[in-house]
């Protein structure tokens, strides 16, 4: 399910202000994976493809272990998700870092974990979006449970969302290293946008996996 107009297939990661990820060298991308055909082999120096590309596939260099994912016994069995919301680029506005809105945002996303309304693996803000990767209830709709957490801020601290969401469920061949990816990813993107200097100087993030 893709919606406010994403295209079909996204076949790169984009950053802050819309730009492309670097070009690789050696076919290696900045947190230790290779680029590989479906055949095994090396493709040549290219811009990393994502899941929108399914000609490709990125291997971790090193192997590491599987995630351990465990999830509460009330979430949906397999289902996680990769969730994206916009602020309304259109309409002039604070960031959502701006430190209280930013502090209130995670205050809310953790207690939407307690009341059980969605299960944080990974919440991240940037200046004009969040990425997420959240599991739901088995009794609740994601687009309901997203829904009333955007109107919340809607009328708390007048944001303008973006309308829509952008969401990715992951299949099963993305949940080990795939995942492991993805987090990485999600994670390096302040520094990519030249926001903070290290991964883990970035303030305006849920990681229990940190």
């Not at 465990?70 to 701006?98: I, K, M, N, Y």
């Not at 209130?104 to 693996?121: M, P, V």
Request: glycine share 6%; proline share 7%; aromatic share 10%.
């Amino acid at each position: 399910m893709r919606h406010a107009g994403w295209p079909q297939a996204i076949r790169h990661f984009s950053f802050a202000g819309g730009s492309s990820a670097p070009s690789l060298d050696n076919n290696k991308c900045a947190f230790g994976a290779t680029l590989t055909s479906p055949g095994g082999a090396a493709d040549p120096p290219c811009n990393i493809r994502t899941y929108g590309s399914p000609s490709y596939a990125c291997r971790i260099a090193s192997s590491p272990p599987k995630l351990h994912h465990d999830v509460p016994h009330w979430v949906e069995s397999g289902a996680l998700f990769h969730v994206r919301v916009a602020l309304d680029r259109q309409c002039e506005q604070r960031p959502l870092t701006e430190p209280t809105l930013g502090r209130s945002i995670l205050d809310s996303a953790r207690f939407y974990q307690e009341k059980q309304r969605w299960h944080i693996t990974l919440f991240q803000l940037m200046p004009d979006h969040i990425h997420a990767l959240l599991s739901f209830a088995v009794d609740q709709a994601m687009s309901r449970v997203i829904g009333d957490w955007k109107h919340f801020h809607a009328y708390m601290h007048a944001t303008k969302w973006q309308e829509g969401y952008f969401d990715h469920r992951l299949r099963d061949d993305e949940r080990g290293e795939q995942l492991l990816i993805k987090m990485a990813y999600i994670r390096r993107n302040p520094v990519v946008a030249g926001l903070c200097a290290k991964v883990e100087d970035w303030p305006w993030i849920i990681d229990p996996f940190a």
